[in-house]
């Protein structure tokens, strides 16, 4: 392994933000999060497949009387998120490196305010239904670690992932779509002011080549 990836899965190891297989607290915060792992029982707002965790980095910032985790199963992106947030002095955000397919040992049923499913991999092979993050098993998980009425959001360049997702939604019974948007950057509609106010890292690559960002707010209850 390369020195550099090797001594960042060594700072990983001894950083208390960051929670991963192999330390004391994995799979055993269920339930706790807020007041155990934060410094203030704020609540709380998960980022699936986060990457180097600009988004979560960025939440965080802008909210400081909520707690924020990004969820990346790549211990080297969480180091950056991670790095951010401690240059940043930021308190209320941490990282959990684990698949999200995990998440229902990690949380306690109704533990989340909020998720964020931010560019997922689109899995477009038939055969890969199952493992896109918006796929029904995907949603019932995210429903039982939500607190009822907890908001979901999704923002994806790809057309594919998107309209899949919205014909799944459709299929759910009791799920609302809040906000919609096949533009995110053209709309001037201040309901979309704060959606648009962070990026993470491969929306920039994806706007800086004119795909128009797609994003979708709803609640399974
Ligand atoms: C296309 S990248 C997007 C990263 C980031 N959200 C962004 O927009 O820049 C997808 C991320 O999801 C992570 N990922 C994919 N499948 C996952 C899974 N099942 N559980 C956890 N993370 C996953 C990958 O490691 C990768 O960092």
């Known amino acids: 392994m390369p ?6 899965f060594q700072d990983n190891a001894s950083r208390p933000d960051i929670i991963e297989p192999g330390k004391p607290e994995y799979e055993q915060l269920g339930g706790r999060w807020r007041t155990d792992f934060f410094r203030e029982p704020h609540p709380l707002t998960l980022e699936v497949g986060c990457g180097k965790g600009e988004y979560t980095v960025g939440l965080a910032q802008r909210h400081p009387q909520r707690n924020f985790l990004g969820l990346d199963i790549k211990g080297e992106r969480i180091w950056r998120g991670s790095t951010r947030a401690e240059e940043m002095g930021l308190t209320n955000v941490g990282f959990v490196r684990m698949r999200a397919e995990a998440l229902a040992a990690q949380f306690g049923p109704g533990e989340l305010s909020e998720i964020w499913i931010t560019f997922p991999d689109p899995r477009p092979r038939d055969r890969d239904i199952k493992r896109r993050l918006t796929s029904p098993r995907f949603l019932a998980l995210y429903e039982q670690l939500l607190t009822p009425g907890g908001l979901l959001h999704l923002k994806t360049d790809n057309e594919g992932l998107f309209e899949y ?42 706007r800086a080549i004119g795909v128009p960002i797609k994003y979708v707010q709803f609640r399974l209850t």
């Open 165 to 206: 997702t919205l014909e799944t939604l459709a299929a759910q019974p009791g799920a609302r779509i809040e906000r919609l948007t096949r533009d995110l950057y053209a709309e001037t509609d201040p309901a979309f002011t704060e959606t648009q106010a962070i990026q993470t890292n491969f929306e920039g690559k994806y």
């Open 3 to 8: 020195r550099v990836k090797l001594q960042r």
